[in-house]
């Protein structure tokens, strides 16, 4: 901002050609911090103070100049090196991110793997409980007719010794 303020007073300080009264010599007083003494005065002319200000200004302001826009360029360079960092940091953030997708897929692959799995198991048992199921039914139906057999066996052999069994003869 010092180079810019020194840029507004640039113009200024090349004025036009020193009048006659601006010719005269000013007394200004000069001190000196190192002696002890009292100040003296000590007249100045006023052009040899305007040449010597013309004079240092020419001599640093292109520098100055030259260095500000160095630093422009610089400041842009460091917003284009920051945005492109940032671009970066944004795929490296994409990249682990789709390695952790990569991990969920492999993990839900594993997953559904074991639901086949168990669904498969699952059909296995049902269709062994249903012919167990079936098995059962026919052991019983056997153990019915089993029992409706020796029922009707017994049935059979209660009639025939009922029969074997003497009777009384009727006496006419």
């Keep these: 901002m010092e180079v810019e303020e020194m840029e507004d007073q640039g113009p200024s300080l090349q004025r036009e050609p020193p009048h006659s009264e601006d010719l005269q010599l000013a007394p200004r007083p000069l001190l000196r911090p190192e002696s002890s003494a009292p100040p003296e005065s000590v007249y100045v002319d006023e052009k040899a103070v305007d040449k010597l200000t013309e004079g240092l200004l020419s001599h640093y302001l292109p520098d100055l100049h030259n260095s500000k826009r160095a630093l ?15 671009q970066e940091v944004t795929k490296f953030r994409d990249c682990n991110a789709l390695l952790d997708l990569n991990s969920l897929f492999t993990e839900a692959k594993v997953y559904h793997n074991k639901l086949v799995n168990i669904r498969k198991e699952m059909i296995m048992l049902h269709e062994k409980t249903t012919k167990l199921k079936k098995r059962a039914l026919k052991v019983q139906q056997q153990k019915q007719k089993e029992a409706l057999e020796k029922e009707q066996q017994r049935e059979k052999e209660l009639e025939r010794e009922r029969q074997l069994i003497a009777k009384p003869a009727k006496r006419t």
């Design 72 to 86: 422009q360029e610089l400041t842009q360079n460091q917003l284009i090196l920051l945005d492109t960092l940032d």
